[in-house]
């Protein structure tokens, strides 16, 4: 079983950056793939970011503003995000699976309970 706990959520004015964090038990954690998703107000939860053994993905609204890392002696995962824009505003989850880099959130079982994202303009 794996739990995630995402933190680092907030306010912030447009321009600003953020960044969150995302915890996660296990002994298992550096050979999981891990990933960024939002579900903005009246919208369908989307991908973000992924990030794996052998690199990252991301989702093309994010590219070159948010960069996702992790640290695995710390089992913890990261989406540093710069130039935020209101359109990013949503409550971004956390999500877990083994094997590569897929987008789909279906094929996440692991998920945290999400961390609130508001930018104002």
């Known amino acids: 079983q794996v739990q995630l706990v995402e933190s680092g959520g907030g306010l912030v004015q447009a321009g600003g950056s953020l960044r969150l964090s995302c915890a996660a038990s296990?002994?298992?954690?550096?050979?999981?793939?891990m990933g960024w998703f939002r579900q903005a107000p009246g919208k369908e939860r989307e991908f973000v970011a992924a990030?794996?053994?052998?690199?990252?993905n991301y989702a093309d609204s994010v590219k070159g503003r948010f960069t996702i890392s992790r640290d695995n002696a710390k089992n913890t995962m990261y989406l540093q995000m710069n130039s935020l824009e209101p359109e990013d505003t949503a409550v971004y989850y956390c999500?877990?699976?083994?094997?590569?880099?897929?987008?789909?959130?279906?094929?996440?079982?692991?998920w945290g309970q999400g961390t609130q994202v508001t930018v104002s303009s």
């Open positions: 296990g002994r298992t954690f550096s050979s999981k793939t």
């Open positions: 999500a877990a699976k083994m094997g590569g880099v897929r987008t789909a959130e279906s094929v996440y079982p692991y």
């Open positions: 990030v794996t053994w052998s690199g990252t």
